[in-house]
């Protein structure tokens, strides 16, 4: 059974970092793209970043282009998400998912529905 299982997230301040890890199992995890996904409060999913397969290529959504870094590492099947001068506006419940890695041109986000798996998420909270 495929699984993919959030940590890393909590409480911190403004400005502040935080790295999340996604760590997988039950499927052939080097075969497929990781996207991570964040829902604020009141606000709709949205696709943040993705990587591919092989690491190789990575997107970024414009929300957070500059501010995070993806990366894999396929001997651990672990995807971490490296998350530097935090807002208020990131705090979010933050979900990895496995599928494919693209970018929408139209959306400048990582499209939800070409993600086959998913996490149950981590929340980050930000304080002012």
């Known amino acids: 059974e495929a699984q993919l299982v959030e940590s890393g997230g909590g409480l911190v301040q403004a400005g502040g970092s935080l790295r999340l890890s996604c760590a997988a199992s039950?499927?052939?995890?080097?075969?497929?793209?990781i996207g991570w996904f964040r829902q604020g409060p009141g606000k709709e999913r949205e696709g943040i970043s993705c990587i591919t397969s092989r690491g190789d290529t990575t997107y970024y959504a414009d929300s957070v282009k500059g501010r995070f870094t993806i990366s894999r590492d396929n001997a651990k099947n672990t995807v971490y998400l490296q998350m530097n001068s935090l807002e208020p506006e990131d705090a979010a419940a933050y979900y990895c998912?496995?599928?494919?890695?693209?970018?929408?041109?139209?959306?400048?986000?990582?499209?939800?529905?070409?993600?086959?798996?998913w996490g149950e998420g981590t929340l980050v909270s930000v304080s002012t």
């Open positions: 998912a496995a599928g494919v890695c693209v970018f929408s041109i139209a959306t400048r986000t990582v499209p939800q529905h070409v993600m086959d798996y």
């Open positions: 039950g499927f052939t995890f080097d075969s497929y793209g």
